[in-house]
């Protein structure tokens, strides 16, 4: 700092003029509306995302309309890679619809590879089942069917 001489009269003031305070009470509230926040969204991600059977309905859901309306692109992104590897979009529709137009029957938890699937009982219009295999990766996919 200068000493010259000053616009005002007096020196300037000191800018901590304050005993210091302690910021305990800062830092435990912001970790703890960091732990709020984390536990709130843990808790809340569900509720937007659904359950993995709602999601797995939704999915199904969808995948059967394309294949009705044979929007054979939408169906075939809505695979997983693995299927989407092995499946070409033109064999899809001989693939995945063995019986005309599919119903969703129900939804069961399973396991598969050690990783948690949902097996989706599909209905046809001719009165066969089968089963669609529904895996999370990157959102709720389609990946492989076996007859009912």
């Known amino acids: 700092m200068t000493d010259g ?7 300037p003031a ?4 304050g005993t210091p305070r302690p910021a305990r009470a800062l830092i435990l509230a912001v970790i703890g509306g ?15 995302k659904g359950s993995p059977e709602e999601q797995a ?6 995948f059967l309309a394309a294949l009705a309306q044979d929007d054979v692109e939408t169906a075939h992104g809505l695979l997983c890679a ?14 995945y619809t ?10 069961i938890a399973d396991e598969a590879d ?8 599909v209905a046809w219009s001719d009165g066969s089942t089968s089963t669609l295999t529904v895996v999370s ?9 076996s007859a009912g």
């Open 57 to 62: 309905r939704e999915v199904t859901g969808v």
């Open 14 to 17: 000191p800018l901590h003029t």
């Open 98 to 107: 063995p019986g005309g137009t599919g119903e969703i029957r129900s939804t």
């Open 82 to 95: 693995e299927e989407r590897a092995r499946v070409v979009p033109g064999a899809l529709s001989t693939e």
């Open 34 to 48: 960091t732990v709020a926040v984390a536990i709130g969204m843990a808790v809340g991600l569900p509720l937007v």
């Open 114 to 121: 050690g990783a948690p699937v949902q097996r989706v009982e």
């Open 5 to 11: 001489p000053y616009l005002y009269d007096d020196d």
């Open 137 to 145: 990766e990157q959102g709720a996919r389609v990946c492989g069917t």
